[in-house]
């Protein structure tokens, strides 16, 4: 099992540029897919961005594509989300979820068991 610590969120200017990053605990941080997922007021969760256990792929949500980047540190434990350009409509509380065994990024909430307790970002216009 392991625990997500999501950190880095808080508020920027639309244009800014924000890095989340998402501690977790154990010792096989290697093998889990890591993705970013983020809920807005009033509308359900949706995913952003995920990244395998090597860092060797990644995908990418639409509304993030060429602006949001996600990488990995596994000597660290640690899952980043570098987002420029920001927009008002990232607005939202951003959660780190990790996965085991389904070796490629994915964009299922349901595929990935384990989730951090969300950090808030706000982009103000």
């Known amino acids: 099992q392991v625990q997500l610590v999501e950190s880095g969120g808080g508020l920027a200017q639309a244009g800014g540029s924000l890095r989340l990053s998402c501690a977790a605990s154990g010792r096989t941080f290697s093998n889990y897919v890591m993705g970013w997922f983020r809920q807005a007021p009033g509308k359900e969760r949706e995913f952003v961005t995920a990244?395998?256990?090597?860092?060797?792929?990644?995908l990418n949500a639409d509304s993030v594509k060429g602006r949001f980047t996600i990488s990995r540190e596994n000597a660290k434990n640690t899952a980043y989300l570098q987002m420029n350009s920001l927009k008002p409509e990232d607005t939202a509380v951003y959660y780190c979820?990790?996965?085991?065994?389904?070796?490629?990024?994915?964009?299922?909430?349901?595929?990935?068991?384990?989730w951090g307790q969300g950090t808030q970002v706000t982009v103000s216009s």
């Open positions: 979820a990790a996965a085991l065994r389904i070796g490629v990024p994915r964009r299922t909430e349901r595929d990935y068991p384990y």
């Open positions: 990244i395998s256990g090597s860092g060797g792929s990644t």
